[in-house]
């Protein structure tokens, strides 16, 4: 089993900055990832980014290339998603997700094993 927190979300103006956390316990694998997702009121949960630990690679949305990073401290076990220039349509509860299949976490898809409890972000304009 793994247990993933996030934290970090808040409220924050448009053209501003967050940064929010993922930590990791229980059952680690060294294959597969880490992603990010997000689910605003009334949508789909749908992919941000994701970083592979197999390969190192990083995957972004469009909406997120160029304002999101991905990164992870492997010390602390924990994954983090600093997101630069937001916008009001970034407004959603985001979501960590932890899976050992590559083909999961390269393809963005919704299927990760592992998932955090979310953490809301609200960009005001």
């Known amino acids: 089993q793994v247990q993933l927190l996030e934290s970090g979300g808040g409220l924050v103006q448009a053209g501003g900055s967050l940064r929010l956390s993922c930590a990791a316990s229980?059952?680690?694998?060294?294959?597969?990832?880490m992603g990010w997702f997000r689910q605003a009121p009334g949508k789909e949960r749908e992919f941000v980014a994701a970083l592979s630990w197999t390969h190192g690679r990083t995957y972004y949305a469009n909406s997120a290339k160029g304002r999101f990073t991905i990164t992870r401290d492997n010390d602390k076990n924990t994954q983090y998603l600093q997101m630069n220039s937001m916008k009001t349509e970034d407004s959603a509860v985001y979501y960590c997700?932890?899976?050992?299949?590559?083909?999961?976490?390269?393809?963005?898809?919704?299927?990760?094993?592992?998932w955090g409890q979310g953490t809301q972000v609200i960009v005001s304009s």
């Open positions: 997700g932890a899976d050992a299949r590559d083909h999961v976490v390269e393809a963005g898809v919704c299927e990760y094993a592992y």
């Open positions: 229980g059952t680690t694998f060294s294959s597969g990832g």
